[in-house]
């Protein structure tokens, strides 16, 4: 079994910054991509940014330029780092991972239970 922990998430006014970060932990062989995801009330979950396990990234068109995506392989954790917030970055974010749990097994999409991010003044 594998979890996925979020946490840094909170309350930031428009302009301000936050560092999201997410451990993996449990039975774990192999992680391939990782990312984060939000979902904002109302609104289907998106994609946020992801990273590849050599550090190719990918970033969605509202959030590039201001948020950066970071790993380490060796803690298997990820991180995304918000600049420039804005109201509308405002969205439950969840972390996901591709994951396998023993060698040649299949990949697992393994989700965190989110963590809240509020941009308001």
């Known amino acids: 079994q594998v979890q996925l922990v979020e946490s840094g998430g909170g309350l930031m006014q428009p302009g301000g910054s936050l560092r999201l970060s997410c451990a993996a932990s449990?039975?774990?062989?192999?992680?391939?991509?990782m990312g984060w995801y939000r979902q904002a009330p109302g609104k289907q979950r998106e994609l946020v940014a992801a990273?590849?396990?050599?550090?190719?990234?990918n970033y969605a068109d509202s959030v590039k330029g201001r948020f950066t995506i970071s790993r380490d392989n060796a803690k298997s954790t990820v991180h995304l780092q918000m600049n420039s917030l804005k109201p509308e970055d405002t969205a439950v974010y969840y972390c996901?991972?591709?994951?396998?749990?023993?060698?040649?097994?299949?990949?697992?999409?393994?989700w965190g239970q989110g963590t809240q991010v509020t941009v308001s003044s």
């Open positions: 449990g039975s774990i062989f192999s992680i391939n991509d």
């Open positions: 990273i590849t396990r050599f550090g190719i990234t």
């Open positions: 996901n991972a591709g994951v396998r749990t023993v060698v040649a097994g299949p990949l697992l999409s393994s």
